[in-house]
């Protein structure tokens, strides 16, 4: 079995929370607002890439800015069909293929050259299959190369739907540095199980996504749902602080990376913007 060799980050402002921005102003955000470190998207950094940037570029702007990139994410369909065709599930606004080996790579070379401590993967929507467990193992054991833990982030209407099935591949991988994204989100919209959030392995938890929400959703599309219309901390229905302290009780020590994906947070300032999370995310653990 294989061990990440990071410490653990305290407050991660996630990469969602602020939009169509310049790494740059993100690391300058971020250092403004006083959080521990931040998350990256491989996406972005594909762009990046094609204006001649490289993930050691992207980490001394974040060095000189005294930021941390704690989370790379999010390799879509690391367990499923590899050829080019789109990752589901079909009401997923984006046309974006499944993980294919060069952006696992990429991911790798991100979480190596920031000193990462974790990777964000989703499931497939149809494996036709694929040995699940064997592929995230292999998955944990190139991240343990560059030091980094592996989090599987489970999502309605994927084949990793919840806890149960995200913790059964966790478990059947036996990997030391794999485990789960633990995202209030997909728990109470989705399969929501209080007794599975319960009884988890408290170091089975690599790290904890949170944002608030409506009581009832707002429109009958998950994903538009998911990706714009997430609430700041106590400005929606959910007991935010009450399911971090279950996850805390239980002995869970993962950081927590804040993911309010918002228009309505993306139209003001990005410094108030991450001001205003921070703070609010502190507030949660009093």
């Known amino acids: 079995m294989t061990n990440g060799t990071r410490g653990v980050p305290g407050l991660i402002l996630g990469y969602g929370n602020l939009t169509g921005i310049a790494f740059e102003e993100r690391v300058a955000a971020a250092a403004a607002a006083g959080v521990d470190a931040i998350g990256y998207s491989v996406l972005e950094f594909q762009d990046?890439?094609?204006?001649?940037?490289d993930a050691k570029d992207l980490a001394a702007i974040a060095e000189n800015a005294a930021i941390h990139v704690a989370e790379v994410e999010i390799g879509l369909g690391f367990d499923g069909p590899a050829d080019g065709r789109r990752w589901g599930p079909?009401?997923?606004?984006?046309d974006l293929p499944y993980m294919d080996a060069g952006v696992e790579q990429d991911l790798l070379d991100l979480a190596g050259a920031?000193?990462?401590h974790h990777i964000v993967v989703a499931g497939s929507s149809h494996r036709q299959g694929t040995d699940t467990a064997r592929r995230f193992a292999r998955l944990c054991d190139r991240a343990a190369e560059v030091g980094a833990k592996?989090?599987?982030?489970f999502l309605p209407g994927t084949d990793?739907?919840?806890?149960a099935t995200s913790l059964a591949v966790v478990q059947s991988a036996d990997r030391d540095n794999g485990?789960?994204?633990?995202?209030n989100w997909h728990f109470m919209r989705g399969n929501r199980d209080d007794a599975a959030l319960r009884s988890l392995p408290a170091d089975r938890v690599v790290v904890v996504q949170l944002s608030d929400g409506p009581a009832a959703p707002l429109t009958d599309d998950?994903?538009?749902?998911?990706?714009k219309h997430r609430r700041l901390f106590g400005d929606g229905d959910w007991d935010v602080a009450g399911f971090l302290a279950t996850l805390r009780t239980n002995g869970v020590t993962a950081p927590v990376s804040i993911e309010i994906l918002s228009e309505n947070w993306h139209a003001r300032p990005i410094v108030q913007t991450a001001t205003t999370f921070v703070a609010r995310a502190r507030a949660l653990e009093g």
Do not use: H, M, Q
């Not at 485990?179 to 995202?183: Q, R, S």
């Open 48 to 53: 990046a890439k094609r204006n001649g940037i």
């Open 90 to 94: 079909v009401s997923f606004p984006w």
């Open 114 to 116: 920031f000193e990462a």
């Open 150 to 153: 592996v989090a599987i982030e």
């Open 160 to 163: 990793i739907p919840d806890i």
């Open 179 to 183: 485990g789960l994204c633990v995202d």
């Open 222 to 227: 998950y994903f538009e749902e998911t990706l």
